[in-house]
């Protein structure tokens, strides 16, 4: 085993055992020192594994796979695959994880079950970690759902709060809903290709492509079509999109963990890893047309949100959507460009909302918030720094990532991108909004609002650095490993781009301005926005109501077969007794063999009485049997 491939293993490896060492911890302090290193220490490995990979050209990767399971003739391996993908993943989760990790430890250090918190949040790295660096769709299906098991642990972690409860069972059970899809696209892969490893020296799945056709369709356009299902689930696209605003009942970093960086960021992440299948199939344009619906609807509902969290888990949605776009219209490239930017600005969205929820005494109405500005100065900076970046204004990390995604859909797709574009200017004016609620004016809640500690402040302010300048400096490097070709940026979406980001901010502005915020009516948050277009509504008057009935046809037969078991188990009852009396003790015991020996055992008796030992009697039985004998003889003759 040679050094790369050690590096790599370590990677998710280290936050694994951090899992374990703190699964029976009782002391936070402990277990979070434990995690953080763990952390730190894969940050480490994964950056000098980013290094390595950035060294290799385009479309170059290393593999390190090991014999795991073997049937028959044939074999399969787990293993690693390092190239400028897994890299640039891998260095981003691990390092934005260590900001969350370190955030977290101030953020919780309150709650009595912190140890076990931690303990999930390292199992929840290792999985994603697993996840990115997988060179088997079995490895990474594996890992996908270990980090759908922590994600249900981190959602549902204050379970005493209902709300909580129940949004973790909806997390679950709507992202098992895409998984299904992607466990059927895997068996299928396996089926056609005889391969689930990714790259194997030109006999991987994705360099040899399954070929043939299945139930009427091309074996790579239904294989991409059912992993999409996955992504849809896990990223949350529509249909599915509506368990991750309800998400927001975890305590803050699990959101920023979960909506910026890793989770919802694996399904965008799975269509880039099998990328040559979706284009092989021709599947490219559903995901564009998906992710730019998403984006646009997405955007409209955050217009009618006033919990702050819920506001950024519809933003989160929205620019899943357009990494879909993305990559959709431009490869691998440009959809990752703005993930990885996106994670970086929208992590520190999340932990700057933690630090404003913290500092407002847990209150997240933005209508009970307002003049923020100069008792939280740093939060403040940070917060505009990341809003900045979200509404992709000119020279921030958002403006170069967004501004690729529009040039791609106006080459390959010019409706898509002008939804994008309608989807952008909605960001823009959401976002303003929410400022507006939250730091200008007076403040309209019961207690004064305070800063929050270093612990909490020093990572927003290394996360503001990296949401301002890293798009200029990846771009050039970025769009050149990865595969994808930008596309041209012409004069109109160059002006389309900037014009939707400033004139958005004004038109929020405009809005807003000299309004009573918190008390006079909202003029954009519009009903159908507010009921988050009756989507959950909808879900509960079609599939819920199919589930009801479903479980009462469930419920009524299993009570039939229950009463066909009691009356099976009662008439083989009444069987059994009657052959039990009429058989054995009527027939049997009376007339058969018992009947029988009774009728010889007391024909014996009779047989034997006269053998009593006195001498008169015996006299008699003689004369008796010599008068017997002599009237015999007479009536012979």
Known sequence: MNTTTTTLALIPLLPLVAAVLTCGMQNGRHAAGVAIAAMLGSCGLALAAFSEAWGMGANKHDTFDIPWLVVGDTAIPFG???DPLTGAMAAMVTFVGLLIFIYSAGYMKDDRRMARFFCYLSLFAAGMLGLVLANSLLLLFMCW??????????????NHKPEAAAAGKKAFIVTRIGDLGFLIGILLAFKTSGTLTLYDGGQGLLETLPTGVVWGMGASALISLLLFFGAVGKSGQLPLHVWLPDAMEGPTPVSALIHAATMVAAGVFLVARTFPLFEAGGMLPLVAWVGAITALVAAFIALGQYDLKRILAYSTVSQLGLMMVGIGVAGV????FHLLTHAFFKALLFLGAGSIIHGCHEEQDIRKMGGLAKPMPLTTFAYLCGTLALVAFPFTSGFFSKDEILAG????????????AAASLLTAVYMTRQCMYVFSGTHRGEHAPHESPKIMTVPLLILSVFALGLGALARGSLLAKLPGAAAEHETIVIAVSIAVALGGIALGFLIYRGRALGQAADPLALRPFERKFWLDELYAATAGRLWTLLTVIAEQLNALLLFIRDLAVEVASRIGSAFAVCGDRMLIDSFAFDGLCDRLRSAGRTATRPQNGFLPGYLRLIALGAVLLGVLVTLTQ
């Open 409 to 420: 859909a106006w080459d390959k797709n010019p409706p898509v991108f002008w939804i994008a």
């Open 333 to 336: 490239s440009v959809g990752m």
């Open 145 to 158: 759902e270990i980090v759908g098991v922590a994600s249900y642990l981190l959602i549902s972690f204050w």
């Open 80 to 82: 690693f695959v390092l």
